[in-house]
T-cell receptor, first 113, second 115 residues
Framework: GGIITQTPKFLIGQEGQKLTLKCQQN?????MYWYRQDSGKGLRLIYY???????QKGDLSEGYDASREKKSSFSLTVTSAQKNEMAVFLC????????????FGAGTRLSVL | GEQVEQRPPHLSVREGDSAVIICTYT??????FFWYKQEPGAGLQLLMK?????EINEGQGFTVLLNKKDKQLSLNLTAAHPGDSAVYFC??????????????FGEGTQVTVIS
């Protein structure tokens, strides 16, 4: 079996700060995803990457950048943290494009002061 | 696009009793259906993946029912135990081949099993 590792687990930022979240997977999956989880709102897709060096915008991409540096890693940048923002960011991967069973990491919990 | 409504948002159930979570979706062409379980501080774990051709699917301690006529997906927890306390999410996607990962998630149900 494989694992998805997200770092850091907890992230505290200041308003206006640029913050980067990292994700690594050892499944050798082609496709990776970033979701945002807000209480009572389910999961919303921010960015996904079909394969290395590919980037696709999701439904919530404004205010974020992403980078798929290599097949095993996918990072997400909050370009300017919003005051009092609190959310969990979940990274996921799937075997390939068209295979939509997702495997999730444990999440990064963001709080902005 | 697809919309998924999940009810109830919170559910308390006594140990040994059963509980039901229902998701209603809008796209009649939806093809894949998922239930995920999220324990505190963890990511989402896949409980079951259901194809549109199968109406009743049984897992360990739960049953998933798909009613395509009413566009409803349900998760029935049978004989709940403390380990079932978690947030449960349904997710739905179409049979679109090249648009992997375009799942639409429900809002989640917080299940608390009371001893």
């Amino acid at each position: 079996g494989g694992i998805i590792t997200q770092t850091p687990k907890f992230l505290i930022g200041q308003e206006g700060q640029k913050l980067t979240l990292k994700c690594q997977q050892n499944f050798n999956h082609d496709t990776m995803y970033w979701y945002r989880q807000d209480s009572g709102k389910g999961l919303r897709l921010i960015y996904y990457s079909i394969t290395e060096n590919d980037l696709q915008k999701g439904d919530l991409s404004e205010g974020y950048d992403a980078s798929r540096e290599k097949k095993s890693s996918f990072s997400l940048t909050v370009t300017s943290a919003q005051k009092n923002e609190m959310a969990v960011f979940l990274c996921a991967s799937s075997i390939r494009l068209g295979e939509n069973t997702l495997y999730f990491g444990a999440g990064t919990r963001l709080s902005v002061l | 696009g697809e919309q998924v409504e999940q009810r109830p948002p919170h559910l308390s159930v006594r140990e040994g009793d059963s509980a039901v979570i229902i998701c209603t979706y809008t796209d009649p062409n939806s093809y894949y259906f998922f239930w995920y379980k999220q324990e505190p501080g963890a990511g989402l774990q896949l409980l079951m993946k259901v194809f549109s051709s199968t109406e009743i699917n049984e897992g360990q301690g739960f049953t998933v029912l798909l009613n395509k006529k009413d566009k409803q997906l349900s998760l029935n927890l049978t004989a709940a135990h403390p380990g079932d306390s978690a947030v449960y999410f349904c997710a739905v996607s179409g049979n679109t081949g090249g648009l992997s990962g375009k799942l639409t998630f429900g809002e989640g149900t917080q299940v608390t099993v009371i001893s």
